[in-house]
């Protein structure tokens, strides 16, 4: 019997579902009266004892042991004959552990959609198909090797691994598109290196690092957004909206939040931890061991008690100073990006860098000053939508929600402090409504 599904890191794939299936088909010819075995799923570990219902579930949503080649814990002998070119390590022998964690985050992005009776209703995927189909191309261009017979490398690592040392050490877009080309003449023929900067970005965007571009009036009068997107004179005092040949005098760029929150819940790790601050955090009185121990906090679930009550529903706080991106003081320029801090975690997760929401860098080359609020603009009617919910699936429960969010504090020094409090008594954008409901 061929294991080799064991290892393959797509449990989306029909290979993976099938092998599923022969296992089950094997187990149920030596199971007890009350149909239970143990489970050899990468979370019970044969440790536990569940139903042959449940055990396929678990298989399927966890993943199976990859070192549990001979079944001796369910009736197999313990030298079994395994056919030549079967063992598992064979089948993916470029997969190293960034490799397995890139599978892993893929899986948990795109969610399960396998049909196993009953349980069914456990696993229904909202996903709209044109977002399942970005998903099977992303699986398609993992498993794919960068050239034929490569064994280290496949057509996504390969990327993302090059745009890793792109940002790392600063090259400018015209040298790595000049490093593609070679290395695409280099590479055997048929190799699946992109030649242009445009496919390396349209393939990240299918991973969901994609962001907007929002032309800015230049005096920041307004943003080029909604109603103003195809206008070329700014509304209100008149001005070109570009420098010359499509060229705008500024460019926001705007990061979606909602696509990112749902991830965070397409991943039964991180939709665990996001439950910590009410379902883990130890409660003590007269001590401050987490946010949520605070008045504010506590004010906040008491005026909303709704949005309180699901432990799912995200607080973040709302942060953003200036700095210079030249790295030196001799030029004067201040761009001022916008971060949203998620508060559900735990505090050790809270503070990582890797939980921060970049949502918009605002360009310089001046601080935005009393406009700030012109370019908070996208953000505050996300944040509108986010307050009313969203559909979201919960891959910790197995079962889908509704999405709520909310800001519900500011964290900044005393020079953006200023400009949050201008905030409060500006009417531009109609602002006032926003933190009005989303500040305590």
């Given at each position: 019997m061929d294991r080799s599904w064991i290892s393959n890191p797509d449990r989306l794939s029909a290979e993976y579902e099938n092998g599923v299936g022969e296992f089950v088909t094997f187990v149920r010819g030596s199971l007890d009266v009350q149909g239970l075995k143990k489970c050899p799923c990468n979370r019970c570990m044969n440790r536990e004892v569940h139903h042959i219902d449940s055990v396929r579930y678990h298989l399927l949503i966890y993943g199976f042991l990859k070192d549990y080649i001979h079944w001796t814990e369910h009736g197999e002998q313990s030298n079994p004959q395994v056919p030549l070119g079967s063992p598992i390590q064979d089948t993916h022998p470029c997969m190293n552990k960034q490799d397995e964690e890139m599978a892993e985050a893929l899986r948990d992005a795109a969610g399960h959609a396998y049909d196993i009776g009953s349980s069914s209703d456990l696993l229904s995927d909202i996903r709209p198909p044109a977002e399942q189909a970005r998903y099977d191309k992303l699986f398609e261009e993992f498993h794919n090797p960068l050239y034929d017979d490569c064994m280290k490398f496949s057509a996504l690592t390969f990327i993302v691994k090059l745009m890793n040392v792109k940002v790392l050490y600063k090259w400018s877009d015209r040298s790595f598109v000049a490093l593609l080309k070679l290395l695409h003449e280099a590479l055997p023929v048929g190799n699946r290196c992109p030649m242009t900067y445009y496919e390396t970005r349209k393939l990240l965007c299918d991973v969901g690092l994609e962001y907007e571009h929002i032309d800015v009036f230049k005096h920041d009068c307004t943003l080029f957004y909604n109603e103003h997107k195809d206008d070329d004179f700014c509304p209100i005092c008149g001005m070109s909206r570009y420098v010359q040949k499509k060229i705008p005098h500024k460019r926001l760029r705007y990061f979606l939040i909602t696509p990112r929150l749902k991830r965070l819940y397409s991943s039964k790790h991180t939709?665990?931890?996001?439950?910590?601050?009410?379902?883990?955090?130890?409660?003590?009185?007269?001590?401050?061991?987490?946010?949520?121990?605070?008045?504010?906090?506590?004010?906040?679930?008491?005026l909303y008690p709704e949005f309180a009550g699901d432990p799912r529903s995200v607080r973040m706080g709302l942060a953003s100073d200036g700095f210079n991106p030249f790295s030196h003081m001799s030029t004067s320029y201040s761009m001022w990006p916008v971060i949203l801090i998620l508060y559900n975690l735990p505090p050790w997760l809270t503070m990582h860098r890797s939980n921060y929401l970049l949502s918009l860098l605002i360009p310089g080359p001046k601080s935005p000053g009393k406009d700030f609020d012109v370019f908070l603009r996208p953000l505050i009617e996300e944040l509108k939508v986010?307050?009313?919910?969203?559909?979201?699936?919960?891959?910790?429960?197995?079962?889908s929600f509704t999405l709520r969010a909310s800001v519900i504090w500011t964290v900044s020094d005393f020079p953006a402090f200023c400009l949050f409090i201008w905030l409060e008594y500006s009417r531009k954008a109609g602002l006032s409504y926003m933190l009005r409901r989303y500040t305590v």
């Open positions: 939709a665990r931890a996001m439950r910590w601050h009410k379902e883990q955090r130890l409660e003590e009185d007269g001590k401050l061991r987490h946010l949520a121990d605070e008045e504010a906090w506590k004010k906040f679930d008491s986010l307050w009313d919910g969203v559909q979201s699936f919960d891959s910790y429960q197995h079962a």
